[in-house]
C-alpha cells in the first residue's frame, strides 16, 4: 500500500488540485513512460528564479558572482537531497523494480530530481505563485541562515577555523557505513570534538560530502551554544 501523500502535501504547503501531477513528479522513468522527467525540467527553472530572487532581496549589496555562488550552493545535488530527506520523499517515490532493489529510494540524485519535479508540477497545478510559495518555504530557512564573509570556505574549513583559536584541537572524521549498490552509494560520517564532547553526523554521495554535512552540523550545534 502507498503512503497517504497528504502528509508530504502539508510539508510542502501545497495541496494537488491535479493529483495525477502530484503523481507524475513521484514517478521515476524506471517506472513507465509518464514520468517525472520534463516536470524535473521545469522544477529547475522554478527554483533557480525563486531561490535567485530569494537572495536578491535578502541582500541587496553582493554583486552578481557572490549571489550566484550563493545559488549555487543552495540549488545543488547536496542540498536538494538534504530537503529531500527532510520531506521523507523517498518513501512515496514510485521507482522501477530494478530500481527499487539497488535502493534507489535513497538515492541521492533521484531525490534531489524528484523535488525538482514536485516543483514543476505545483507550477502547473497552481501557478508559479503557488511553486514559489513551496520553494520558499523550503529553502527559508536555509536562506537566512547565510553568512556572506563565510562564502567561499567550506564546512570543515570552517569548523576548523571555529576550533583552532580556542585550541580545542581538531575534528575527527569517522566512516560509519556505506549503503547502496557502488554506482550509487550513501556514505555516513560522524564528526567528533573530543574536548567539547560534541558529536554529529552527515551523509552524501561521497565520503567528503558527508564530511561536510557532518561539519555544517557541528557548526550548527556550536552556534547553538
Request: charged share 25%; hydrophobic share 40%; proline share 4%.
Amino acid at each position: 500500500m502507498r503512503p497517504d501523500e497528504r502528509q508530504l502535501e502539508a510539508r510542502l504547503g501545497h495541496t494537488w488540485l491535479r493529483r495525477e501531477l502530484l503523481l507524475q513528479a513521484l514517478t521515476h522513468r524506471s517506472y513507465g513512460i509518464n514520468n517525472n522527467e520534463r516536470l524535473e525540467f521545469l522544477g529547475d527553472g522554478v527554483l533557480n528564479c525563486v531561490v535567485g530572487l530569494m537572495l536578491y532581496q535578502r541582500f541587496p549589496d553582493l554583486p552578481e558572482g557572490r549571489l550566484s555562488r550563493l545559488r549555487a550552493n543552495l540549488v545543488n545535488q547536496d542540498s536538494l537531497h538534504g530537503v529531500a530527506h527532510d520531506l521523507d520523499l523517498g518513501r512515496y517515490l514510485r521507482l522501477g523494480e530494478g530500481e527499487l532493489k539497488s535502493g534507489g529510494a535513497s538515492r541521492p540524485s533521484i531525490l534531489a530530481d524528484a523535488v525538482e519535479s514536485l516543483l514543476g508540477a505545483a507550477l502547473l497545478d497552481s501557478g508559479f505563485d503557488a511553486a514559489r510559495g513551496v520553494v520558499e518555504r523550503l529553502f527559508a530557512a536555509k536562506v537566512a541562515a547565510i553568512d556572506p564573509a563565510a562564502q567561499g570556505k567550506d564546512a570543515k574549513t570552517r569548523l576548523q577555523e571555529w576550533l583552532q583559536p580556542r585550541r580545542h584541537g581538531l575534528p575527527t572524521y569517522t566512516l560509519l557505513d556505506a549503503t547502496g549498490q557502488a554506482h550509487a552509494q550513501t556514505f555516513h560520517v560522524e564528526c567528533r570534538i573530543d574536548p567539547l564532547k560534541l558529536t554529529s553526523q552527515g551523509q552524501g554521495p561521497s565520503r567528503k560530502a558527508a564530511e561536510q554535512q557532518a561539519a555544517e552540523a557541528a557548526l550548527a550545534q556550536l552556534e547553538k551554544r
